[in-house]
């Protein structure tokens, strides 16, 4: 006997179940936060100065998962960018306004939320917004 406690052939498939899993989940939905999948605000959240949208532009708040758009009459809009497919949080707007999601491609137009592109078949889902002292406040209840 060496003294070291020998894992048993249980213990070892198991460990090595649990990381393939993590991995798997990595790989799916890698920017979507620790559990893969990203969360739209519950809250009102303030996203920043009104001034930072202008008005005919899109912009992207990654850190709330929030697309605010400002039409050429001054109204905003706003919606999750919790990817409707499987939860991933969509990372990336490109030209023509669209949202690309890093884990299957899925496009979005972000002044709408419409699927521009595959494989998800649900719009992205609108949030109230508005602006308050100025500043641009959005999620439910805003
Ligand atoms: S989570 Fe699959 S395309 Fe976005």
């Known amino acids: 006997m060496s003294g070291r406690p020998v894992p048993s052939r249980r213990t070892l498939l198991c460990s090595a179940a649990a990381v393939s899993v993590t991995a798997l989940g990595a790989a799916a939905c ?67 306004n669209r949202l690309v999601c890093p884990c299957h491609g899925s496009e979005f137009d972000a002044r709408t939320g419409e699927v521009l592109h595959a494989p998800a078949t649900q719009p992205l889902e609108q949030l109230s917004v508005g602006a308050r002292d100025g500043r641009i406040v959005a999620g439910p209840g805003a």
């Open 30 to 96: 890698g920017p979507g936060g620790e559990s893969g999948v990203a969360a739209a605000p519950t809250a009102p959240v303030d996203l920043g100065a009104e001034s930072d949208v202008a008005r005919g532009s899109i912009k992207l708040y990654r850190e709330h998962n929030v697309v605010v758009g400002r039409a050429e009459d001054g109204s905003l809009k706003a919606f999750s960018t919790v990817c409707t497919h499987a939860g991933c949080a969509i990372d990336r707007l490109e030209e023509k």
